[in-house]
């Protein structure tokens, strides 16, 4: 079970902190990722990685605003997001896949991923 908390309403250029806590059998979580989805839009991956470490894959959109990190002790997972513009606004979303972090022509694979949770709002005005 993965449940996302932190999203909330900020100002253009503020910051918010995601958290996704998992739960049960938490030896089969290999790859944890951020997806976000607008309104009207498909869902798009955010940012990635490996629990047991290695480097972190960001959509281009977040690059240098964003930073995604991992709490092996705590099962936690967090998405700091910095300089926040009215674009980022989505419900964001976390996945946990069993097996790898996989890509598909640039882009995170949705369907790679076992588990996900419900989902917190970001609005950015």
């Known amino acids: 079970q993965l449940v996302e908390s932190g999203g909330g309403s900020v100002q253009a250029g503020g910051s918010l902190r995601l958290s996704c806590a998992a739960s049960?059998?938490?030896?089969?979580?290999?790859?944890m990722a951020w997806f976000r989805q607008a309104p009207g839009k498909e869902r798009e991956g955010v940012a990635q990685?490996?629990?047991?470490?290695?480097?972190?894959y960001y959509h281009d959109a977040v690059k240098g605003r964003f930073a995604m990190s991992h709490d092996n002790a705590k099962n936690t997972a967090y998405l700091q997001m910095d300089s926040l513009k009215p674009e980022d606004t989505a419900m964001y979303y976390c996945g946990a896949s069993r097996t790898f972090c996989t890509m598909l022509r640039g882009n995170m694979v949705e369907t790679a991923f076992d588990y996900w949770g419900q989902g917190t709002q970001v609005t950015v005005s």
């Open positions: 990685t490996y629990t047991g470490g290695g480097g972190i």
């Open positions: 049960g059998y938490t030896y089969n979580r290999n790859c």
